[in-house]
């Protein structure tokens, strides 16, 4: 796909999308707040505003003649690091570099439309996948990550059609863009002086989605939906400065960001209670490694086709489970809630990033909706995630690189979420 068409997606977007991860990886959930009090339970069978076009367009067919969408939610996450012994040579420095999480932003808009009274189209603007770590500059770590950034941007027309009052049907095309920049330090001199290392990799692909939703009830929804795996092709530049300067080249790596499948029902109990249940999984083995290639020479001798650095990542496919109820005070105010469970992909603490120091994770969400109008809804949710503390013990060091060195410790990771949406039929 031509490259010059999709930077046009960044564009049509007043916020840059980017964030900490919430969910495990770097997948990222909040692809609206309305979900958030719930911690994202019955996502794919709820079909409650134009959000579905991400999570089921199948659900667009429950939806008014136009619906649109837009909120925004705000992800903060702590990763402290504790050394316990690395040994990582003269390259880098000392110190736990400070709180390697932060702060990020991510928004959402949608607009779904009924063509007729059984054939609907829709349109997603959303980021599914991102994070962001950072370090102090010279952190006893340094040599294997000072600061890690993965934005992507993701446009999704779809259609949904009604076949009868229990089955609807809905797909979509997924246009997306994928930035990601790495910072650590090396050094290839004669001295072992420390240089600065900028990787930068971006690149555009294509992915797919569908799902299905079925009223088995009056009271009971079922839905399905399947998110393709995205392939990427990206290509980019290794810029050194200082002593290894000469090292400089471009760059290309191939990533496969993961497909997900989700299972949802939603039940009412009563007018005034409505339960929710989720169940999905994350295909990350489709990220074994991560090798990046130098695709042209450097000024040193090192020859087009090497390895400049291999990310053995050597992710597992994971699940999530989710359970949430809604209750309704009055026609204007309703009062959410959930629990989740999300596993990580990482096996273990040698195969642990200081880029990523990512463990299970369990959320605890409370939510509120309010209906100025009968035409308009506002969500507001928050989630704190509890995070296990993930051992560390990654050795980088190698005969072809040994001032990476090997990071031990243990981490102490957190995560906050609080959310926003605003939603309006015509």
Same mark, same amino acid.
């Given at each position: ?39 994202? %339970? ?15 367009? %199948? ?211 009563s007018d005034r209670v409505e339960l929710l249940g989720d169940v999905s999984r994350t295909g990350w083995s489709s990220i074994p490694k991560v090798d990046v290639i130098r695709t042209t020479a450097t000024l040193s001798g090192l020859q087009v086709g090497t390895t400049a650095q291999t990310l053995d990542t050597d992710f597992k ?110």
């Amino acid at each position: 796909m031509n490259k010059t068409n999709l930077r046009l997606i960044p564009a049509l977007i007043a916020i840059a999308f980017s964030g900490s991860a919430a969910a495990a990886g770097f997948q990222l959930l909040e692809q609206n707040a309305s979900g958030i009090g719930n911690a994202y %339970a019955g996502s794919a069978a709820i079909a409650d505003n134009a959000s579905t076009v991400f999570y089921n367009p %199948a659900g667009m067919t429950q939806l008014q003649r136009i619906e649109v969408s837009g909120g925004i939610s705000a992800v903060g996450t702590s990763f402290k690091f504790t050394d316990q012994g690395s040994s990582v040579g003269a390259l880098a420095g000392t110190g736990n570099g400070n709180d390697g999480g932060g702060w990020g932003f991510i928004p959402n808009g949608y607009i779904s439309w009924a063509l007729t009274k059984d054939l609907y189209v829709g349109l997603g603007i959303g980021a599914p996948f991102g994070m962001k770590t950072e370090y102090d500059d010279r952190w006893v770590g340094a040599a294997q990550s000072q600061s890690f950034d993965v934005k992507t941007y993701n446009l999704n027309p779809s259609v949904a059609y009604r076949v009868n009052e229990y089955v609807s049907l809905g797909g979509g095309l997924n246009i997306q863009r994928l930035e990601a920049t790495y910072k650590r330090l090396t050094a290839i001199s004669v001295n072992g002086a420390a240089s600065p290392l900028k990787l930068t990799l971006d690149d555009n692909s294509l992915g797919w989605n569908m799902g299905a939703l079925f009223t088995l009830t009056p009271q009971t929804k079922l839905g399905i939906s399947y998110r393709s795996e995205v392939k990427y092709s990206t290509t980019g530049r290794i810029e050194i400065t200082g002593p290894a300067a000469a090292n400089s080249s471009d760059a290309r790596a191939d990533i496969t960001l993961p497909d997900v499948w989700i299972l949802s029902v939603t039940h009412k109990l009563s007018d005034r209670v409505e339960l929710l249940g989720d169940v999905s999984r994350t295909g990350w083995s489709s990220i074994p490694k991560v090798d990046v290639i130098r695709t042209t020479a450097t000024l040193s001798g090192l020859q087009v086709g090497t390895t400049a650095q291999t990310l053995d990542t050597d992710f597992k496919d994971t699940w999530r489970i989710a359970v949430g109820a809604n209750y309704k005070l009055n026609n204007e105010w309703m009062l959410k809630g959930g629990l989740a469970y999300d596993q990580t992909p990482v096996q273990g603490p040698t195969t642990r990033l200081v880029s990523l120091p990512d463990n299970d994770r369990t959320w605890f969400s409370l939510g509120a909706q309010w209906k100025p109008t009968k035409s308009m809804t506002i969500d507001a949710g928050a989630t704190y995630l509890y995070v296990k503390d993930a051992r560390i013990d990654n050795d980088q060091g190698t005969a072809a690189a040994p001032l990476r060195g090997r990071v031990t410790g243990t981490y102490e990771d957190s995560a906050w979420i609080f959310g926003l949406q605003g939603s309006m039929a015509f």
